[in-house]
């Protein structure tokens, strides 16, 4: 079945070893493949990944009293110990995940999609930038972090709204999928602006008397 760039249950990423002068004219031979992983449980395994951390790190916090229960910042839940080890070491994997799967959708579409070396370079500069607002949490430089998180958002926007636009002519696109990117997408954008509204609010209760 073609669904998803052709990948999804048909290509797998492999892992390779290869043994040096292994073949007779002096090359690293064929290599023995060490482990085989479904694209679709990349993508599956990151989405888990982030979504599960989030809400760990919540619920500690939350439950410790470092947090109030509506609505806190998803930065804030990673200040206090011992939230922040959970989500600092869990969201720095969500986000070698994501590089993955950037490099696999470029692969999957360099020959077929406009643009797409452009978003191979997109993609990686947010799976970068959202792991430097993880490793640096708003107490410690908020400048640093805020400015990742603006980053990693804005690339990432952009990243899916063009394959999204790309997948719209794609026949490996099932129609499932697309509307998945577009909700994506949308739901993307309104979350950017949702953080910008909160990160001006803060600012401005800040300079209250």
Known sequence: KNSDFGLLGKVAMTLTYSKLGSSSSGGGGKGTILASVPVRVITYMTVIQITVVILVSYTIAVSLGHEPAWLPMISDCAIKAPEKFIFRYGMLVGAFLLAANVLI???????????????????????????????????????????????????????MAVIAYNGQTDPRVSKTSLNMKRAA????????LTLVALSILNKVNSQLP
Request: glycine share 8%.
């Open 185 to 192: 997408t949308i739901g993307g954008a309104i979350a950017l």
């Open 105 to 159: 959708i470029y692969a999957a579409t360099k020959d077929t999609y406009k643009h797409s070396k452009f978003c191979l370079v997109d993609g990686l500069v947010a799976s970068f930038f959202f792991g430097l607002l993880t490793a640096v949490n708003v107490h410690e430089n908020s400048a640093v972090h805020g400015t990742s998180a603006v980053i990693s958002f804005v690339c990432y926007e952009v990243f």
